[in-house]
């Protein structure tokens, strides 16, 4: 019926859902026989979950048996943000927590090929006051705020929200996370901030876990709620609101025991995890959001960002792995902060890494970023940057790189090479000896002529120009999108509409309409 009113509402201004080809495309036969392989319906319900760490949607499908079961794992093209809730309007934050999508927020005239509204902010993120709109799962692999998937992608999970609502699904669920709720996970972020909203989401993810069932979601008290239900002596169910306090309500016993067990093993080994040293993760150095390994792969300079690949993988090896879909050359992959790894640490800041100390212990604080390498100032690209280079110019050792300021004091014919032969070493001349060997591009025969006796200051080598950055991601030509049974195994051609289904929204609402 929803569907009905949402097709009602074309006017001659728009192109209706029931004649965009896009909108209309069928399932892939390999999907379908994947459905019937797991004993599954075209049509019935299905269920998402969002992985960011990961970079994963995942679709899964109800079975014959009233439980669910995954179908199919699809690779997030670009996500924004940081791990983590969206707070505000424009902070670039992709949302995490549950949504309900339903056919109003499926939108097939979208500027990024297909895409459903995530529905944020819920009843929950109003509470706290959190603002956005607009956030969406769509193609184009491009994301502001969103989760980007290829244009083949979405037009996959497209229709397959759209035949759930033919079977009869009001709504489904949206589960975004920041990574998958493992112990291992939860010991890895353990210090961030995030961890509290991070616990309370994954009470509904253990919901999920134990009864492969769509956990029923209420809000109260500025928290979330999950499978409530009336008290045994109750003559209604109870009312929620989520800023108001929480009724009284009753978890069925059969989950509340099953999410107990799970909780329990999962501390336990969190327990384990910690007591050994597990590292804690590196918070954000100021990159944008994330993509998954395979797509990195095809870009040139491409990279995970905050998302990662699997152990044993590079982008080496997966390179000539088939995309599932089209990139588009306009993609932006994230920018890795390489200054942070290219430079050494100073002596006074303490190693991002995690320390072995129990689950209360705190960990060695971030040191400061430094600037992005595209950033950096010319003439810190010209003079070489680094700890020993810096300091050495701060103490007035100069570089074969640098420009000296000052002239040297001219030398005399009465100073005798063998006074210089006998002195001691100082402190400084074994910083020196230091910076000789960290800074690129130093000349050893420099330093020799400068502590030998000459008539005149020699001019310092001038600096060499900056080498251009060649780390931004070259443009490819955009492909034609991949519209087949399979994500980027066939091509067709630009513009060219796909075959309908006679059973299409069109023959199905006619009536309504």
């Not at 909780?263 to 590292?279: F, H, I, M, N, S």
């Amino acid at each position: 019926m929803t569907a009905g009113v949402l097709l009602s509402g074309c006017n001659s201004d728009q192109i209706s859902l029931a004649t965009n080809a896009k909108a209309n495309q069928p399932v892939p036969p390999k999907l379908i026989a994947a459905m019937a392989e797991k004993d599954m319906d075209l049509q019935s319900p299905i269920l998402v979950r969002l992985f960011k760490q990961e970079a994963e949607l995942e679709v899964w499908k109800q079975t014959r048996s009233g439980k669910f079961a995954l179908l199919k794992t699809y690779p997030i093209c670009r996500w924004s943000g940081d791990l983590g809730p969206k707070v505000r309007e424009g902070d670039r934050q992709a949302p995490e927590g549950f949504y309900s999508i339903n056919p109003s927020q499926m939108n097939p005239q979208s500027a990024y090929y297909l895409s459903f509204n995530t529905g944020y902010p819920n009843a929950f993120d109003k509470a706290l006051g959190r603002t956005g709109s607009q956030l969406m799962v769509h193609g184009d692999c491009s994301s502001r705020g969103c989760y980007a998937m290829t244009d083949e992608q979405i037009a996959e999970i497209y229709s397959l929200g759209r035949e759930s609502f033919f079977g009869g699904q009001k709504a489904f669920q949206l589960q975004a996370y920041p990574f998958k709720m493992t112990p291992v996970n939860m010991a890895r972020h353990r210090n961030n901030p995030n961890m509290p909203f991070w616990k309370m989401i994954k009470e509904g993810y253990d919901h999920f876990e134990v009864t492969r069932q769509e956990p029923k979601v209420d809000f109260c008290e500025k928290k979330y709620v999950f499978d409530a239900a009336k008290p045994a002596d109750a003559k209604r169910d109870p009312v929620f609101d989520a800023s108001a306090k929480c009724p009284a309500y009753v978890i069925p016993e059969e989950i509340a025991e099953a999410v107990r067990g799970k909780q329990a093993r999962d501390e336990t080994e969190y327990a384990r995890l910690v007591a050994k040293g597990t590292p804690v993760a590196r918070m954000n150095t100021g990159i944008d959001g994330g993509m998954n390994k395979v797509f990195a792969a095809k870009i040139p300079e491409g990279s995970t960002g905050l998302s990662e690949g699997a152990e044993g993988t590079t982008l080496q090896m997966l390179a000539m792995a088939k995309a599932p879909g089209t990139i588009p050359g306009h993609v932006n992959p994230p920018k890795p902060n390489l200054d942070a790894v290219a430079s050494a640490p100073a002596p006074q800041e303490e190693p991002v890494t995690a320390v072995s100390a129990p689950a209360t212990t705190r960990v060695a604080a971030v040191a400061p970023a430094e600037k992005p390498q595209a950033e950096k100032s010319q003439a810190e690209k010209t003079q070489g940057g680094g700890f020993f280079s810096n300091l050495g110019r701060k103490m007035g050792l100069g570089t074969a790189d640098t420009t000296a300021t000052t002239p040297p004091p001219q030398a005399t014919a009465s100073v005798a090479p063998a006074q210089t032969s006998v002195t001691p070493p100082t402190a400084a001349s074994r910083l020196k000896a230091a910076v000789t060997r960290f800074v690129p591009g130093h000349d050893k025969s420099k330093d020799t002529a400068k502590d030998a006796p000459k008539p005149s200051a020699v001019a310092a080598k001038p600096a060499e120009p900056a080498k251009p950055d060649t780390r931004l991601a070259a443009t490819r030509p955009a492909l034609k999108p991949s519209l087949s049974d399979g994500a980027g195994e066939a091509t067709q051609i630009m513009g060219a509409a796909p075959v309908v289904q006679s059973n299409s929204f069109d023959s199905r609402f006619g009536a309504v309409k």
